[in-house]
């Protein structure tokens, strides 16, 4: 066995002289950092438990505790920084994938924060709300090329199916057994609240949610975990999965520990099953294979929802996005580098996509040039991190973002 130790990021300081052994630190702590010794009635604290969630620095009664970066180091240069060289450590230790959560967080630039808004060129002051009404409502699907009218002049109702939301965000996917029963219910009551439409992810639907249906999308993953015709039609929209921002290129994988109960049922799969899908979907190799399923996705839901593909944005993002326009989808999702997962490898989470910035202008400019941008509304996702993004992100193109 390898002798090598990876310190910890960070180290628990506790100043003795203000520690009155209280044990605060110790109850209110979940990952069991701090513990009292009986012997010689002292704390102590374990740091590779630590997670800097200044819990107990937030409820020491006597402010005895700080957390600090560990100031251990390697040797370093210009070819190998710690990071790496830590990371090699570890990988060589577990004979694994490092894998890690949420977003991107290697110091890239964000081009949200370099972009700058001329409101004269947005919009005119409004005079007042009864001649000029300002709303931030927001309608996604297919946008007809012209108005018809029949032979008594009345206007056509041959709109295709459309999302209609308070305003342009809607809550990006996260699936039920990565996340809590309680927390996918949150989302959905969140949603039917506030008036927008939030993502199941790829792990299906729990029965008890079918009720906030009208804000729910469905999601259609390379795994099919929990697709059914109920779940289908029990959504407000079908979003199939192509990739997403923090893994493009490959797939994903729930660990058989959390398939039990009520997720083993949802997800359709035997409890304790390790729940992998798989890169691509193996009857999609083109845009004919994913008309394919569009169009079958729309006649199991009798034609009433809209169908959404998101893609990762990627080097060669607007031509698919020119393709999935042509494919019979109503939106295109587009899910940036910056995306948030429950579980991606670092190597990918770190050097593999691109800024949404980026790719959102130069899809919405490649549609725009071959005159199918009204066949899609486009949402994007990845680096929204505030209202100014979203707004960014809509003056960029984008008709609504998931954050």
């Known amino acids: 066995m390898a002798v090598d130790y990876i310190y910890p990021d960070y180290e628990i300081i506790r100043d003795y002289d203000r520690c009155i052994t209280c044990r605060v630190c110790e109850r209110q702590c ?52 710690g990071k790496s060289i830590k990371e090699i450590y570890k ?14 967080p290697e110091n890239y630039p964000v081009y949200f924060d370099k972009m700058l808004l001329n409101a004269s060129q947005v919009t005119n002051p409004s005079i007042d709300p009864l001649r000029e009404p300002m709303e931030t409502r927001v309608f996604l699907g297919a946008k007809p090329d012209r108005i018809e009218r029949d032979e008594k002049g009345r206007l056509k109702k041959n709109l295709p199916p459309h999302i209609m939301l308070s305003m342009p965000i809607m809550f990006s996917a996260m699936s039920y057994g990565s996340i809590s029963y309680n927390a996918h219910e949150s989302l959905a009551r969140a949603a039917a609240h506030l ?28 795994g099919r975990f929990g697709v059914h015709t109920t779940y289908l039609n029990s959504g407000a929209a079908i979003e199939i999965k192509m990739g997403q921002g923090a893994k493009p290129g490959i797939g994903g994988h729930l660990p058989g520990a ?23 979907h193996h009857d999609i190799y083109s845009i004919e ?15 009433t929802k809209p169908v959404i593909v998101k893609i990762a944005a990627v ?3 607007s031509a698919i996005a020119s393709g999935i326009a042509r494919s ?3 939106i295109i999702a587009i899910d940036g580098f910056r995306g948030g997962t429950g579980a991606a490898p670092t190597r990918i989470r770190d050097h593999v996509g691109l800024p949404i910035e980026l790719a959102l202008a ?42």
Not at 71 to 81: G, S, Y
Not at 91 to 104: F, K, P
Request: aromatic share 4%; with cysteine.
């Open 195 to 222: 008036g927008i439409l939030y993502n199941t992810g790829e792990g299906g639907l729990h029965e008890d949610l079918y009720k906030y249906g009208k804000h729910t999308i469905v999601q259609v993953a390379s």
């Open 315 to 317: 080097h060669n993002v």
């Open 362 to 403: 130069s899809v919405d400019k490649r549609l725009r040039d071959e005159g199918v941008r009204n066949n899609v509304s486009l949402v994007v996702g990845g680096s929204i991190r505030s209202s100014a993004d979203v707004v960014k992100a809509v003056a960029l193109g984008a008709d609504c973002v998931y954050a």
């Open 30 to 81: 979940a990952n069991e950092a701090h513990e009292y010794l009986s012997d010689s009635k002292k704390m102590i604290a374990d740091n590779a438990k630590c997670v800097n969630c200044h819990r107990c620095v937030s409820l020491c009664p006597t402010r005895a505790l700080k957390i600090v970066k560990t100031d251990h180091t390697f040797k370093e240069n210009a070819n190998w920084t």
């Open 258 to 280: 959390k398939i039990v109960g009520d997720i083993s049922k949802t997800r359709m799969i035997p409890e304790g099953s390790d729940a992998i899908s798989p890169a691509p």
């Open 91 to 104: 990988q060589a230790g577990s004979g694994g994938v490092l894998l890690s959560s949420m977003g991107n």
């Open 289 to 303: 294979d994913l008309r394919q399923l569009v169009y079958s996705l729309k006649e199991a839901t009798g034609y």
């Open 328 to 330: 019979g989808a109503d």
